[in-house]
């Protein structure tokens, strides 16, 4: 009874913690629309940067390492360069953390993000549009016990995990004319990769992202054209048949 209350604390407080991020969050921030892209090289590169950054607190267990195939990856590229704790080519794509090893280190588990682009659609934009903007909005902040927040997130407990590739970033104020004041984000610190290069990476990783929520929508689009020039036949073939029909009759 009493393991059973405090996990129950540990979930009101975590909510407690989150409940103003998830307001900010849905409250009609702006978010850049993003380009996803269903091109194979980006794809693959969306896929490189998934498994060495966030794979290793995310889990994406809807996914099966095998099904990588389908964005033009064959099994030894898989292996050589996804594959690096013993996993297998079928192995779902999990992590070793446990759910209760996460909350015990940081408050709350990290969520699953095999349907995360489908989860974040908002009136504001696209799950895709979310995941871009947030992303590319991480900015120092040594209030934080991370040590960063992110203007799309306010007091997010992730840390940006991709840092070294895009720098460090500041909030800056600054007074209009009408007497409004206003935040940006000024880059103080350049990453490896100029700015252009960043937004293109994280563009790569959000297709991934939208890929991994449905890795069929491909196969599906193109059987639905199939379904509706099918119909369209069938009906040109059953309007005909119907005049022939009733000509007599009328």
């Not at 892209?37 to 590169?45: C, E, I, K, V």
């Not at 489908?118 to 895709?128: D, H, L, T, V």
Request: aromatic letters at 10%; charged letters at 20%.
């Amino acid at each position: 009874m009493k393991t059973r209350v405090i996990k129950l604390f540990k979930r009101l407080a975590t909510v407690a913690l989150f409940a103003p991020a998830m307001a900010f969050a849905a409250s009609g921030a702006h978010l850049d629309e993003a380009p996803v892209s269903t091109d194979h090289a980006s794809l693959q590169r969306g896929a490189r940067l998934f498994v060495n950054y966030c794979l290793n607190c995310h889990g994406a267990s809807a996914v099966r390492y095998n099904q990588l195939q389908k964005i033009g990856l064959d099994e030894k590229t898989i292996t050589d360069n996804l594959l690096f704790t013993g996993e297998k080519i079928g192995d779902m794509m999990t992590i070793a953390m446990t759910r209760e090893d996460a909350e015990a280190w940081f408050g709350t588990a990290p969520p699953d993000l095999s349907l995360i682009a489908r989860a974040k659609a908002s009136a504001s934009g696209s799950g895709a549009d979310y995941l871009y903007t947030y992303l590319r909005s991480f900015y120092r902040d040594p209030t934080r016990p991370t040590g960063w927040n992110n203007t799309v997130f306010a007091n997010v407990g992730m840390p940006h995990v991709l840092w070294d590739l895009q720098g460090e970033q500041t909030l800056k104020e600054t007074s209009g004319a009408d007497g409004h004041t206003a935040h940006e984000l000024a880059l103080t610190k350049p990453g490896s990769m100029s700015q252009g290069e960043y937004d293109q990476a994280v563009a790569d990783l959000v297709s991934f992202l939208v890929w991994m929520g449905e890795p069929d929508a491909g196969s599906r689009k193109t059987i639905g054209i199939f379904v509706l020039v099918f119909l369209a036949g069938f009906y040109v073939l059953t309007h005909a048949l119907g005049k022939n029909y009733w000509k007599d009759i009328h």
